[in-house]
């Protein structure tokens, strides 16, 4: 009797802890694609929808579970995120296509660091870099989409690292 128990406590442990895992892996998708929507209006030119992404960025961000990560991993979600809502934030009201792409060459920067330590990406992530700005950046597919230049030069640079999904 007592080991019934016993597996059914294992079995209830285990199916909360995969449910916990999947709700904090779906909450940093969200995330991760509000980052990719900003990367991607600035690689068109959408100064308007840059700022809707890093609006929807912030919520993300506002709203992940961060209790739910491992004590070394909601540190540096604190250290990232900090500077994820510092440089995301001006990007929300700026009209100006030139200082959206300044803000975000350090929200892409703190975005390479948060998904590398908390490794919840669902999908491979691509870090691309260009050389004419030695700036990186994070996207969702191989082919290169510069948000530093846009349509002047959307294929400039080269794919550095590929992180695998979880």
Known sequence: MKRIFLMIAVCSVTIFAAKAQS????????????????????????????????KNLLAGLAAFPVKTLPATQQAEWKKQSDELKKYATPIVAEKDLKAQRKSFENVSSAMIKLVKAVNLNSNEVYVQYCPMVKRSWLNEVEAVQNPFYGSKMYDCGEVTETIAKK
């Open 23 to 54: 709700a904090t892996q779906t909450a940093f998708g969200k995330t991760l694609q509000a980052y990719f929507e900003t990367k991607n209006a600035l690689a068109t030119d959408n100064v308007a929808k840059a700022g809707a992404g890093a």
